[in-house]
């Protein structure tokens, strides 16, 4: 089945730079009761964006309309803890395209990159330079590209390249799925198994 | 060059390798439970297809179950739903469902070891991040997510790339008071919980090999508190006498199969890790958590680090921690004041884990302010708890044992730490709200937990244990 296709955007950010941001922040245990995929996006970073009361809590960056774009920054270690994959669908459907951090746990950038979601790793200082451009200048835009592999913060023109498995590279650019792939070359598995000794 | 473990696992299950794709990996056991799973089987449904290999999936409920009254229907509703949907997709295509009320009922990562699912040189997937606990039997373990739940139904593969590969090693006597749970904690804090990020992890050493297969499980489970993607451990006479005649493990000739490749299962002398770190066992102290990830753990006698020892840009998050956990930098985590404990979880809900607090609290009672909560792993640990007479060391205690499942370890059922409330829990994450809204989190072992509920506050074990001769002390 085919699934989201991502190639390139330009936008506006919105910083968040908070270290070790955790899965249980994006999207707390209690919402993932849901049995379907979408809706998630209402409960994103809940306890941070809202009060106990369900009031937005006004220093919260997703409650500043100052700040708005496709593109979510944050601090390192992006996504640990919990395989949630509901942690990337909060994300995408509050209309996230694509996330930028300097580290990202390994399943969270699994689940991101299954859903359209783009995870893109930088270096510590180009990070702080992100931080740095849009703590001066709220309208800074980034542009990200798949196909050439690169991040660029659009008014210095500072740019990096990012790393990208090419086959998930060419799974994003197309919107080719995983599951098809593998079903295509079911005899790869009948014959695996017949081999199997144990 | 020698193979690692992993190798030998991982070369055992490609099914297919080409040049520019991941590896098709062959799975051989796939568990699933009620919260990852409602959106695979609606893939499964809106592609057509039927589980591909139905005798290697197995599912539980655990995550939403409620710990008391499990007779009853569930009262929360949407629990109740997504509890009923797993029911209805293992029904309609074709899984085996150990759910609330079956004797095989439990935490998924309980239940495949004590049923004999779980044995050497499988890989085992899950939706769940704590998969790397099966790692402890020598198997390839790992979390996985929903779209990859939905592929492992339709193909029982998954599309891999083969991670690094860290060795971690544990040499030399554990010192006394001090268990699996404090070595885990140990290391994380030392390497920080992204230390492991990328790495499939090996843990090895004379400590390890020491350790029972409950407290491998411990060490393994906690692999992804350090961002590795599992954990495992060789499997040796300890493993093979845990798993012999458990119900679902290879009996007769296909045991005898079985044992002869397990006992291949280990490192080559000239294997080589991308990356190895080594850690004294008499450096490690009874442990507890200060912050809001695993990694922020001190000796239980140390004093919280302070900020100015941080990079700057680290302060920030750092102090945020703090902030959430209302402690102060530079000042003793010993003597602090707690309201709950929790011992339980994929970590720390074992039957050995219940003995050992069983035995701690034996004569003791909990301090009047605590509520002090035990859940098992699985119904077979309840079981085993109450025919060995646990129950009632715990109800003179002021401990409530009550009924398997995940409960207050993620707080998605009713177990929940009120707002602002301290709990020492022994289960593997201290992130903010994970036990409920604003509920504060001190992460630490069995011991250190039931210590903590009888005093009533953070405190060190080893000064409730029963003294040893000075000498022997002395010689720890």
């Not at chain 1, 702080?128 to 210095?156: M, N, P, W």
């Not at chain 2, 009923?84 to 095989?104: I, K, R, S, W």
């Not at chain 2, 804090?189 to 790495?199: F, L, N, P, Q, V």
Request: proline content about 4%; aromatic content about 10%.
């Amino acid at each position: 089945m085919a699934t989201k296709i991502f190639k390139h955007i330009q936008s506006t950010i919105v910083p968040l730079q908070v270290e070790n941001i955790d899965t249980d922040q994006i999207i707390p245990a209690r919402f993932l009761k849901a049995t379907t995929r979408e809706g998630f996006g209402q409960n994103l970073f809940c306890d941070w964006r809202f009060d106990i009361d369900g009031k937005p809590k006004q220093e919260f960056i997703l409650n500043n309309p100052l700040y708005l774009g496709k593109i979510l920054v944050a601090g390192k270690n992006f996504g640990c803890g919990s395989s949630r994959e509901h942690a990337a669908w909060a994300i995408a459907d509050y209309s996230f395209d694509v996330v930028v951090s300097s580290f990202f746990a390994d399943i969270f950038k699994g689940n991101a990159l299954n859903n359209g979601l783009l995870p893109v790793q930088v270096s510590e200082l180009f990070l702080d330079r992100i931080f740095s451009e849009v703590a001066k200048d709220r309208h800074t835009e980034v542009e990200v590209d798949l196909e050439g592999q690169y991040i660029k913060i659009c008014s210095t023109g500072e740019q990096e390249s990012f790393e990208i498995n090419p086959y998930k590279k060419a799974c994003l650019l197309n919107g080719y799925d995983d599951i098809d792939y593998v079903l295509n070359n079911k005899s790869w598995i009948e014959t695996y198994e017949r081999s199997k000794v144990i | 060059m020698g193979q690692t473990l992993f190798d030998k696992i991982w070369d055992a299950h490609i099914v297919n390798r080409s040049a520019g794709f991941p590896d098709v990996l062959y799975i051989d056991t796939h568990f699933i439970h009620e919260v990852t799973s409602p959106q695979a089987f609606d893939g499964l449904r809106d592609r057509g297809i039927p589980v591909f290999r139905t005798n290697q999936t197995v599912a539980t409920a655990d995550h939403n179950v409620p710990t008391l009254h499990q007779d009853q229907p569930i009262r929360e509703e949407l629990s109740r739903k997504q509890v009923d949907m797993l029911t209805q997709n293992c029904a309609e295509f074709g899984v085996e469902l150990y759910g609330l009320g079956h004797p095989y009922q439990g935490i998924v990562h309980v239940i495949g070891p004590e049923l004999g699912i779980t044995v050497p040189g499988k890989t085992i997937v899950c939706g769940d991040s704590h998969t790397s606990t099966h790692g402890a039997f020598g198997t390839i373990a790992f979390g996985i997510g929903t779209s990859q739940v939905e592929q492992v139904l339709a193909t029982q593969c998954l599309l891999q790339s083969k991670p690094k590969q860290m060795k971690i090693e544990v040499n030399g006597k554990l010192p006394f008071g001090v268990g699996a749970k404090d070595i885990i904690l140990y290391i994380i804090s030392k390497i920080s919980a992204a230390g492991g990020t990328g790495y499939f992890v090996e843990y090895a050493g004379d400590t390890i090999r020491s350790l029972s297969m409950e407290g491998r499980m411990t060490i393994c489970n906690m692999s992804i508190e350090m961002g590795a993607r599992g954990g495992m451990i060789a499997p040796d006479q300890t493993t093979f006498d845990y798993v012999k005649d458990k119900e679902f493990v290879p009996k007769g000739e296909a045991w005898d199969t079985a044992l002869t490749w397990w006992k291949t299962l280990y490192s080559e002398e000239d294997a080589v890790f991308d990356e190895v770190l080594s850690f004294d066992a008499a450096d490690i102290e009874p442990m507890i958590t200060y912050g809001t990830n695993p990694g922020m753990g001190i000796g239980i006698t140390q004093i919280i680090p302070a900020k100015e020892a941080l990079d700057e840009h680290e302060q920030f998050s750092y102090q945020k921690a703090l902030d959430y956990m209302a402690l102060q930098d530079n000042t003793e985590i010993l003597g602090k004041q707690i309201d709950y404990v929790f011992i339980g979880s994929c970590t720390n809900s074992r039957i050995e884990d219940l003995r050992l607090v069983a035995d701690f609290v034996k004569g003791r009672e909990k301090a009047p302010h605590v509520t002090a909560w035990i859940v098992p792993g699985s119904k077979q640990v309840q079981l085993q708890a109450i025919a060995e007479g646990l129950d009632k060391v715990f109800e003179s205690a002021g401990f409530e044992l009550r009924e398997p499942g995940c409960s207050a370890c993620l707080g998605m059922n009713e177990d929940k730490i009120p707002a602002g409330k301290y709990c020492v829990s022994t289960s593997n994450r201290n992130f903010e709200g994970r036990q409920g809204p604003n509920a504060r989190t001190f992460l630490a072992s069995p011991l250190t937990a039931a210590a903590a509920a009888v005093t009533g506050k953070v405190t060190d074990v080893r000064e409730m244990l029963p003294q040893l001769s000075e000498p022997e002390f002395v010689e720890f």
